[in-house]
């Protein structure tokens, strides 16, 4: 019995380091918190391109709903450029209105490039593609006739 006393006595006393358990312990929280944070790093510029990629599809309804609600029936587009892209009217008048959550008719996207292409869109909401619409590198889709943007 004073022998056991005596054993555990001795190993709680003995603090000089750490148990291999606390290191592993650690060890992983670290390669965790490394992982989450890596991985947050490298994913913003492709966040950055579906927003860009997204607000972009947004302007396009609001081009498709401008032509539709348009008398005298009016065509309304989207020409892109490489880095910029601004809202049209076929006939061309001015003022144009602003785009949706922009101060004016026109919402540049550098450093992210685009090629050059125009949607146009009539009284039905058909669109009139020139290019294939390309951002970033990425593909946007609209559907002939029917006018859905995916």
Known sequence: MIKRRQIVKGRLGNNRGFTLIEIIAVLVII????????????????AKLQAEIDTL???????????????????????????SYALIRNPTTTPLPNLPNESSATHSFSPITATDWTVLFDEWGSPTITNSPNIGGKSITITPNTGFIE
């Open 31 to 46: 390669a965790i918190i490394s992982a989450v944070v890596i991985s947050r790093g490298t994913a913003t510029d492709e």
């Open 57 to 83: 599809k947004g302007h396009l309804r609001y081009a498709q709903y401008l032509a539709m609600n348009d008398i005298p029936p009016t065509q309304w587009g989207i020409n892109v450029g490489t880095g």
